[in-house]
């Protein structure tokens, strides 16, 4: 039987070409929300998924950093970084000097601002789900998207040229499956959170006991039952099945009042 990996589409979507990099011979199954994407997850309509889970330019996406957090039984296995490279796209022959709206996601618009402002100051903006999810919403010539270059439609075109503010533009994604981690599991990172006490010098004191780790990312989310208190995300280099290593976020563990393997990749 043929695997299935769920990603935020339509098709021609970021989170697809995650979805192709890391499972190239699975079923991809396109869902309208990140929400429904794990849902599919949960409830076995798909062996794996893809989040994005931070962007060079505009951090995490708390969202997926959430979902990961709050759904049991998941695990991030793999991992893979996607350039980000938005193009504007229209309909054939449409004259770019009249255009009034631009659709695309949140992150592609605040993105592409510096472009948008200097050659398009009046025209108003829509956020849809996703890049690919803005073709739909163009319904004529004075209507335009922003798109990655590899997105294909016909009667569309596609920019030659990048409208992006910042060239150097990638986003991190992650492969979640079902599961726990086994404590034979082998990686090259470990992704977790914890909590801690809520006290002065009480971070420095969990930091202090992974010192001997390399932390390639921290960083911190609203506690959402507790105001005021935070739960912090961080990533280090390690291999989960070395007995040191186990050791070092063991001894993380027994000291948190909450923590959580969120991915071994």
Known sequence: MIKKVGYLGPEGSYSQLAANEMCPDYKKVAYESFYLVMQ?????????????????????????????????????VRECTVKVDHRLITFKGANLANITKIYSHQQAIAQCSKYIYENYPNAKLITTPSTS?????????????????????????????SIADEQSNSTHFLLIERGIISEDKSCNKIYFSFTCQHEPGALLKMLSLISTLNLTKIESRPIKEKVGEYRFF???????????????????KERATSFKILGCY
């Open 40 to 76: 599919s997850l949960k409830s076995g309509e798909t062996d794996a998924i893809v989040l994005p889970i931070e962007n060079t330019l505009n951090g995490g996406v708390l969202q997926n950093i959430d979902l990961l957090q709050y759904t049991d039984g998941v695990i991030a």
């Open 133 to 161: 999810g803005c073709v739909e919403m163009i319904k004529s010539y004075t209507e335009a998207g922003i798109v990655g270059p590899h997105f294909k439609a016909d009667g569309y075109e596609v920019s030659t040229f």
């Open 234 to 252: 961080i990533e280090t280099d390690g291999d989960y099945s070395k007995t040191e290593v186990k050791a070092v976020i063991n001894r993380l």
